[in-house]
């Protein structure tokens, strides 16, 4: 789960670091009215995310009212790589020198959380790492051990951070990880953390990505991620407990076990069809859950035919096709053609039980997937 | 014959008294496994599924002498569960759990490092030596003995392989869950290693995904030290940037590591043939056994 900017800024001013004083707005009249009583300059920033909003138009700066009107005008309602925007952060504009890079994330290869301190910020942080590695200083951080002050400025003077403020950008790492250990979070960057003019240090901008499987332990969070949330679809999906992304082609699929089911996108894709989403019912396939997987795939507009591809294991395939029997009944006619295909234990049986009045039937994964790409095809037509 | 589990490994349930775990008990029991003990806190004493239950992994493991576990507790819980088994001094720990949280896990991995049991898994479907004994959740009608040994991220995925295989006759020596999170115990090189010392395992099939680089270094560790011949599968070319794709570490990173592409040609390059399906997956392993 990624918070918002303005989230993750609430959350880093909760922990004691410094950030801007900001407000978030959904109108341009809000956004005026925090402007003045923030006090000009201000930057206007979509709440959207997406990397890269300042290139792509989503910040900009005013010096005074109808700069401000005109900015939160611009940028309210515009699409943003594809993400609508409806609140914008406006913030107090600081006076900098020196943009720098703050971070921790997890080193999935090692096993453990890598801090990182860089004085390129300002940009993508992972392309000053492919052009010139050296730029960043890295500390790996036993998880058990935790990170003591000494490590964070052994990161921070080894980056080469000039001395007058060393010293509170390393207490900003260690703050920053001890956030990303209390937090369970999964990432945490300040880029860039700006050096003012007056020698102070300030976090123009805020990443926190949360791991989704610590939410239980982390309600406060977990609460703002109905807001967090983006495409309705996915929403839904959240809703429905199934693990779902949506993609831009016309064949559905709906499929158990992560594996497989990437799997026939990609044998969708290979066979000439491009696929419409990825759709994990899990284990087992209840009634019900066959039938909200169904529903979901059904409500995505761009989907013109179906394929549904269950490897029982424990689960057996009788019970998958009564499962799929029972969520068809609703149906006289199916709104898009769907192509089952059962695998695994006692799948034979469970094909023969199949209505295939209602849906079409094939043995193999790969006849199963081309047969769908086809339905698509004649629909599309 | 196999690696890592056989018919004389003795085998603790951890979460014995779940659903899951009485479920799953009773199925390894009828596949032949030798499941001699359960462990749930404050449940010592009792009898599940026709096994004692004790209260610690310690206490199980010196009873009952056993040297592995099987692990079914809740994610909340299954940090310390982990912990508890790395700490009986047991051979193998499979941890089919999915959901531990990522920092839960890092200090489980820093602990690993310390001892020396080995750890398979999280988030995985487990490990099956065909006709002698599994250890985890997969179904063991699909597998047939033989001289294949199988690796995998993913749990349905190893199923509709070692279908294709044990369709046309080709068995498995041992089959290796590895599981899909980003943080496991044994990854691919590691179980490669276990293959490539197995003198009846001809052939390996490695079904990779999306996300980490954990192919790549498998790919090198092939290229550089095994005989054995490998066939490679790998699931996600058609993940978008920055989804995760059902597993937790499944996804493709914004910058563009950890794609299929990437995972593809590493192993491509390392001499591997890597089948675009399931069935080309199959075709390649028939052809070298």
Redesign the interface.
Known sequence: MKLHEYQAKGVFAEAGLPTPESELADSADAAVEAAERIGYPVAIKAQVQV?GRGKAGGIELADDESEARSAAEDILGMDLKGLHVDRVLVEEAVDFTDELYVGVT?D??E???VAMVSTRGGV?I??V??EDPDAIARGHV???FGMHPYQAREAVFEAGVDREVAMDVASVLTTLYRLW?DR?A?EIEVNPLMVTTDGEVVAADAVMNI????L??QEDLAEMEEEAAGDDLEAKANEYGF?Y?R?SGNVGII?????????T??????YGGE?AN?L?IGGGAKAERVSNALDMVFSDENVDSVVFNI????TRGDEVARGINGALEGFDELPKPVVVRL???NAEEGMEILNTEVVEVEE???AAVQRAVERAEEVDQ | MSVLVGDDTRVVVQGITGGEGKFHAEQMMDYGTNIVAGAVPGRGGQEVAGVPVYDTVSGAAREEDADASVVFVPPAFAADALLEALDADLDLVVAITEGIPQQDMAKVYKRLSEVDTRLVGPNCPGVITPGEAKLGILPGNIFSDGNVGFVSRSGTLTYQVVDNLTQRGVGQTTAIGIGGDPIIGTDFVDALELFEGDTDTDAVVMCGEIGGEDEEEAARYIGEYMDTPVVGFIAGRTAPPGKRMGHAGAIVSGSGTGTAESKIQALENAGVQVGDTPEEVADHVEDIV
Not at chain 1, 211 to 214: G, M
Not at chain 1, 255 to 263: C, E, I, K, R, Y
Not at chain 1, 311 to 314: A, V
């Open positions: 990397g997890m999935r290869g096993g453990r959380p993508d992972e392309e790492a492919a036993d998880p058990s250990d369970d999964t791991d989704d499987d610590a239980f332990r693990d992304v993609l499929g158990n076990g992560a594996g497989l089911v990437m799997t996108l990609d044998l969708v894709d290979y696929p990825f994990d490897f029982g294991g424990i695998a695994g234990t193999t994964l790969e």
